[in-house]
């Protein structure tokens, strides 16, 4: 099942009381790289341990059992190995949608190959249109995995997710986590984003070699740079992805759990990670919680 990732710190109980929230409203283009892209050519290479490291990632932080009969809104969605992976475990109903029209196609791909499921749905959306968002309904789980932070609007498209987990529900988010770098980082995305196609082939060439480095201080082979990660993931497709990312902004994790708790979320688990890394949160909707996949007899 691949590589779990380190328990996660549970700051549920004695969370230090976050600091008013004073968010700018921002917008930016809606999509001005293309992560669809990138998760295209990430397909060419998918391989069965890539999906079973994302199921092994899902069953970690939430559960088998929270996904087995559950009806699951994979915010956008990618490459669509997330959405596959909860059909995989169970998911009663998934929806997938994205802004970016190749990452709609990257998703769709992964719904053929998985026999076009009729209870798995893809769509293309945005997370800030209203009327978007209004067809879809409420959702046992929603999930958000290193998206928000990319809309232009973090704070109003985290206010939306919320708005779309049934009471009782969760809403599992991932955000890049705010830091003293954020002004170089932006500089650096906008910079490639405005390079030609060699000028960004040498950005990546600049992130492989610093992998390679990481490699050889650990003894261990630097050709091996490109090693899977958690999620099904991989090394090159994670630099590009840093590298392009842009609308990009980011938050600590006081204001995440300030923002959500005004709106009644209760933190089950975190994990809190530096700059440049997504701090990991799943919370729980208010109200009542959704029936259980043994007590719908599944």
């Known amino acids: 099942m691949g590589t779990q990732p ?6 549920a109980q004695g969370l230090p009381a976050p600091p008013p929230a004073t968010q700018p ?4 283009s809606p999509v001005t790289f293309s992560f669809g892209g990138n998760w295209l ?22 559960g088998e059992d929270t996904v087995r009969g559950a009806s699951v809104l994979d915010v956008g969605s990618g490459s669509g190995i997330h959405s596959l992976a909860f059909l995989q475990l169970g998911a009663r ?8 029209p190749r990452s709609v196609d990257a998703t769709r791909q992964l719904w053929e190959r998985a026999g076009r499921p009729a209870h798995w749905e893809v769509l293309q959306g945005s997370i800030l249109d209203p009327d978007f968002t209004g067809t879809l309904g409420t959702f046992d789980l929603v999930y958000a995995w290193g998206v928000l932070h990319h809309t232009g609007a973090l704070w109003e498209a985290l206010a939306r997710t919320c708005t779309l987990v049934r009471p009782g529900g969760r809403l599992w988010v991932a955000i890049y986590t705010k830091g ?32 390679m480095l990481k490699q050889l201080r650990k003894f261990q082979n630097p050709l091996a740079w490109n090693q ?5 993931m991989d090394v090159y497709h994670d630099i590009v992805d840093w590298l392009g990312g842009l609308p990009y902004e980011v938050a600590s994790p006081d204001e995440v759990v300030q923002f959500t708790r005004r709106r009644g979320f209760v933190l089950e688990r975190i ?3 530096g700059e440049r890394a997504n701090s990991i949160y799943v919370l729980r909707a208010p109200g009542a919680a959704p029936a259980s996949a043994e007590e719908l007899g599944l």
Do not use: Q, T
């Open 6 to 11: 380190p328990l996660p710190v549970d700051l």
């Open 228 to 232: 899977p990660k958690e999620r099904g």
């Open 93 to 100: 109903r998934v929806c997938s949608f994205d802004v970016d």
């Open 41 to 62: 050519d990430y397909l060419r290479s998918l391989s069965e341990d890539a999906v079973a490291r994302a199921r092994a990632d899902i069953e970690y932080w939430v």
């Open 271 to 273: 994990k809190v990670e």
């Open 180 to 211: 003293p770098s954020y002004a170089a980082d932006l500089a650096l995305k906008r910079r490639y984003n405005a390079a030609s196609p060699l000028g960004r082939r040498l950005l990546i060439y600049k992130k492989i070699g610093k992998a």
């Open 25 to 28: 409203r921002r917008r930016e």
